[in-house]
């Protein structure tokens, strides 16, 4: 009995130890190996390329975010313009809620570029707008957009004053400084709202969490906002501008 039993039980053990090696084996295998992580520059790069990968992204999607910190840039610069060329209460109101929003707006989509590898453009105090380049000193390097530039690579951004458009605003005061800005301001906004009607024509584009809100905030916001200046120059007695061709 006990010499016939033995054979059996030798059979399932080795049975047993084959399944359990092939377990471990696949189990092994399918676990996945914890990254070394990296300290310094290096590491934070590596990093940012793993995170890349995560987020689905287009070109049209960072041509439309890097353009918008230009139009955006623009924006806040002639803002701030109000209280210094005599704006009424009403118009530095708009200013001031165009400026924090649209402040808190460029640091979103440079940290979306950045977040995805690409290159986001500065923007000073001053409101010019530059691109980060390599070496100081470089071909590239902080090349200059411009002063509140209307104009990113050769490409206008729709839209934006041009610097005729910018000195006549720079050298009006009071309800002139009003009439201008208010026009041109809404000449501005239908610019970034066409940049977002165009973002979602390209194919692909627009389909990422992040630029889709952003970019649907902008069109609503800013229509809200075109709205609302066109109804400020008609009470000024002014016509608004008519939409572009």
Known sequence: MIARTLP??????????????????????ARPVAP??????????????ADSLRYPWTQADADFMTGMIHHHAQAIVISRWAPSHGASPEVQRLTARII????????????????????APVVDSTGAVSMP?????????GHDMGHAGHAMGGMTMPGMLTDAQLAELDAARGPEFDRLFLTYMIQHHR????MVRTLFQAPGAGQDETIF??????E????????????????????PPPPAP
């Open 8 to 29: 059996a039980l030798l059979a399932g053990a080795l049975g047993a130890c084959a399944l359990g090696a092939c377990a471990v084996g696949t189990s092994a295998a």
């Open 133 to 141: 380049g390599a070496a100081a000193g470089g071909a590239h390097a």
């Open 191 to 194: 610019g970034a709202v066409g």
């Open 220 to 239: 609503v916001d800013q229509s809200t906002e075109i709205k609302r200046m066109v109804a400020m120059l008609l009470e000024r007695g002014h016509l």
């Open 36 to 49: 070394v992580f990296q300290m310094g520059q290096a590491g934070a790069i590596a990093r940012a390329r």
């Open 213 to 218: 809100k952003f970019a649907n905030d902008v």
């Open 100 to 119: 924090n929003a649209q402040t808190d707006e460029i640091r979103l989509m440079q940290t979306w570029l950045t977040d995805r590898l690409r290159p």
